[in-house]
Every structure is written in C-alpha cells, then in structure tokens.
C-alpha cells in the first residue's frame, strides 16, 4: 500500500469507520461492555446501542483512537508514515506532512507507539544478550577558560548516559528495556522473565553481572578482548539492533527525553520485529490499535512510562 492508495480506500471518515468495524467485528458488531450481539446503529452516528446493558459504543471505544480529535484519514496517514519510516519520524516532519499542529502529530505518534508494544515476547533457540547507553554524543567539557586541557565524557560502562538491554534471538525477535542498575539480579530477572531458558543458549559478551547465567541456562561468553567470534558464536544480531537504534535516534530526532525513551525502545522493536512484514503491515498495527487502549490522556502518560512499556499486558478484547 502506498500514500495514494491509502487515500482512495481510506480516504473519508466513513470509509475508515467501516474499515475499522469489520476489522474489530467482522460481519456482526458486538457490544464493547457485555459482549452480546443485540445491537441496533444509532441514526446519523457512529455509535451503536446495546439493547442488553442498554449502552452507548463505537468502534473506537477501548483503543488509541478514543476521546481523539484528529479525524481518522489524518490519522491513518500518520500510522502509514510511522511504520514506513523504518529509522524513525519526528512529529515535526509529520506535522508538516500531513498539515496538523506539531502538539496534535506528537500526541498521535505516542498513541500509535502505543500499539507497539508487545510485553508477551518469550524468545528462544540461540539467544544474544546486550546492553547499551543511549544519550548526547560524546563531548568535551572544558574545566577552564585559563587552562584549555579538557577532558572527555566518557562512553560505554560506567557512563552517566541511560543504560538499556536488549535480547535477541539469530535472525528473529528482540525485546529492549530500560535497566539503570546492571547487577547480575536484574540481568537474571530479564532473561528468566524473556528467554525459554530450558530452549535457549545464550550469547552474551565477558561482562561481570553476566557470569550468573551459567546456573540459569546453556552460557556461552564471547571475549571481546579475544576477538568477536566466528560463526553463531557472536552478538552480531543485537549488536546490529543497536546500530539501527542509535542511528534512528541521531537522524530522526532532535532530542528524546529520558522519560519517553521507552516508547521509542517499544517502536524500534516493534519495527525490527515485523521488518519482513510487507503486504500486511498496515492492517497488522491498526488491529494492534484496535485491541489496545492509549496509554496517554491529555498529551501524558497514564502512569510512568517505563511501568507502561514493561508490564504484563492485560487480556486482548475479544475480537468476533
């Protein structure tokens, strides 16, 4: 599907009322509070009564496009330009593009990252684990006018930077979350919560807080100072995620606050994972948004952002 075919088959309000009802519902529309089946169009509206519990619904009740504003082909459009960007959009651009206020192209764009977020990962067979630090670029900071000595701020391990870990399986899924302390417990916690440990091995480089693997699951470490391995013994999977994520970051965006990153993390995976995805790609993500509410209500969060991308989702409504 490309711009000009979205416009034509979803173009119009009505048009993606239509296209998102047979999609949640099928043939039958079914009562988004008791479920049941009875239920008669209101004349002139969106929304259908249940003659069961006696209450008003739409088809947008329960997803990212309730209480929204933006009118439905606007916001397919940016949909279209989110999951096409494969390195990312700033709502600048989409602002721009699609000729709404900047505010109203941000707030979409966390809606529909939203839909993006998939706690339910369980990955297994041969398994990379990683981390990284996502932040500004490296700087000089200057002690002095007098004296021009600088020193520079430092990278990787031990920097002030977020710290973020990613697992990965060869050639298939990845799963990234923030972790600000990389002890050994917290590592452990991610990759009994994330890996099949009874189906898995797991790659990981000679970092300390990684050694606890080995009474966990079949561990094999890669000593970077030895070299970066041959064959299937390498982190050259997540190594490669990270690049794709740093790069996206850099080039898309001016600056992303610490609070935020997770929905940013959620996207990039999210991407990554449905990378062979083509025909389907856009159904795919408004069937995602049809099964989960926002996770923002007045341009914020309804909790913490990390707490929201990292929890268990709750039960999918039914889809009939």
Same mark, same amino acid.
């Given at each position: 599907?490309? /711009?000009?075919?979205?416009?034509?088959?979803?173009?119009?309000?009505?048009?993606?009322?239509?296209?998102?009802?047979?999609?949640?519902?099928?043939?039958?529309?079914?009562?988004?509070?008791?479920?049941?089946?009875?239920?008669?169009?209101?004349? *002139?509206?969106?929304?259908?009564?249940?003659?069961?519990?006696?209450?008003?619904?739409?088809?947008?009740? $329960?997803?990212?496009?309730?209480?929204?504003?933006?009118?439905?082909?606007?916001?397919?459009?940016?949909?279209?330009? &989110?999951?096409?960007?494969?390195?990312?959009?700033?709502?600048?651009?989409?602002?721009? =593009?699609?000729?709404?206020?900047?505010?109203?192209?941000?707030?979409?764009?966390?809606?529909?990252?939203?839909?993006?977020?998939?706690?339910?990962?369980?990955? *297994? $067979? &041969?398994?990379?684990?990683?981390?990284?630090?996502?932040?500004?670029? !490296?700087?000089?900071?200057?002690?002095?006018?007098?004296?021009?000595?600088?020193?520079?701020?430092?990278?990787?391990?031990?920097?002030?930077?977020?710290? +973020?870990? $990613?697992?990965? *399986?060869?050639?298939?899924?990845?799963?990234?979350?923030? +972790?600000? #302390? /990389?002890?050994?417990?917290?590592?452990?916690? &991610? /990759? #009994?919560?994330?890996?099949?440990?009874?189906?898995? +091995?797991?790659?990981?480089?000679?970092?300390?807080?990684?050694?606890?693997?080995? =009474?966990?699951?079949?561990?094999?470490?890669?000593?970077?100072?030895? $070299?970066?391995?041959?064959?299937? !013994?390498?982190?050259?999977?997540? %190594?490669?995620?990270?690049?794709?994520?740093? =790069?996206?970051?850099?080039?898309?965006?001016?600056?992303?606050?610490?609070?935020?990153?997770?929905?940013?993390?959620? %996207?990039?995976?999210? #991407?990554?994972?449905?990378?062979?995805?083509?025909?389907?790609?856009?159904?795919?993500?408004?069937?995602?948004?049809?099964?989960?509410?926002?996770?923002?209500? =007045?341009?914020?969060?309804?909790?913490?952002?990390?707490?929201?991308?990292?929890?268990?989702?709750?039960?999918? &409504?039914?889809?009939?």
């Amino acid at each position: 599907m490309n /711009l000009q075919s979205l416009h034509t088959k979803l173009g119009t309000q009505d048009k993606c009322i239509a296209y998102l009802e047979k999609l949640r519902w099928g043939r039958k529309p079914v009562c988004v509070f008791c479920k049941a089946s009875s239920v008669t169009k209101r004349k *002139e509206s969106i929304r259908w009564h249940c003659n069961d519990c006696n209450k008003d619904f739409s088809v947008m009740m $329960g997803t990212i496009f309730e209480d929204s504003r933006l009118e439905l082909p606007k916001f397919f459009e940016i949909i279209f330009l &989110m999951i096409n960007a494969k390195m990312g959009i700033s709502a600048s651009e989409i602002a721009r =593009n699609v000729g709404v206020k900047y505010q109203t192209a941000w707030f979409a764009c966390h809606k529909i990252r939203c839909a993006m977020i998939n706690n339910e990962l369980k990955l *297994e $067979g &041969m398994v990379e684990f990683d981390e990284a630090y996502i932040g500004g670029k !490296k700087r000089k900071l200057v002690q002095n006018e007098a004296n021009l000595s600088a020193i520079t701020s430092k990278r990787g391990r031990g920097t002030s930077k977020t710290p +973020i870990v $990613g697992v990965v *399986e060869k050639k298939g899924r990845v799963y990234v979350k923030i +972790i600000e #302390k /990389l002890t050994s417990r917290n590592l452990l916690a &991610m /990759l #009994k919560d994330k890996v099949d440990t009874d189906n898995s +091995i797991v790659f990981t480089d000679d970092f300390k807080s990684y050694k606890q693997f080995d =009474n966990a699951v079949d561990h094999i470490t890669i000593k970077h100072s030895e $070299g970066y391995g041959k064959g299937v !013994k390498t982190i050259n999977t997540i %190594e490669g995620f990270w690049s794709i994520l740093k =790069n996206g970051i850099k080039g898309s965006y001016r600056a992303i606050s610490k609070k935020y990153l997770p929905f940013y993390l959620a %996207e990039f995976s999210y #991407k990554f994972n449905n990378r062979h995805l083509q025909k389907n790609a856009f159904d795919k993500i408004i069937d995602n948004a049809l099964k989960d509410e926002s996770c923002l209500i =007045n341009y914020k969060p309804k909790g913490n952002p990390r707490e929201i991308v990292n929890r268990v989702s709750k039960p999918k &409504m039914a889809l009939s």
